[in-house]
């Protein structure tokens, strides 16, 4: 049992990271790091159609504007996982989902 268990109170800090650590998604300083470097991370062309979705545990998560685009990240799987993990410095991202959103 940890010291909590027994009524201490906690930090706000503390509380959120334990929700984000248990819900799987990322450190908002990752998620800021791929947000500030998205064109750079997948491209001009494609960053007009495509935006960060979410980090889900090792999943960079990715919602394109069109199938087409959708299809065109999944070739590019390998590099945007490498880059991505070289923008944030640690092996972090194991996997891109891409998902069809429109309006």
Known sequence: M???DHGDPISLTES????????GTA?????????DSWTQLI?????????LGAVRG?????HASDPAVAEQLGWMHNELVA????????????SVETRVVTG
């Open 2 to 4: 940890s010291q909590h």
């Open 16 to 23: 959120l990271e334990r929700l984000r650590a248990h819900m």
């Open 27 to 35: 450190a908002p300083s990752a998620i800021s790091t791929l947000q």
């Open 43 to 51: 491209g001009a062309r494609l960053a007009s159609s495509c935006t």
């Open 58 to 62: 090792a999943t960079l998560v990715v």
């Open 83 to 94: 880059a991505a993990n070289e923008l944030l410095g640690v092996d972090q991202i194991a």
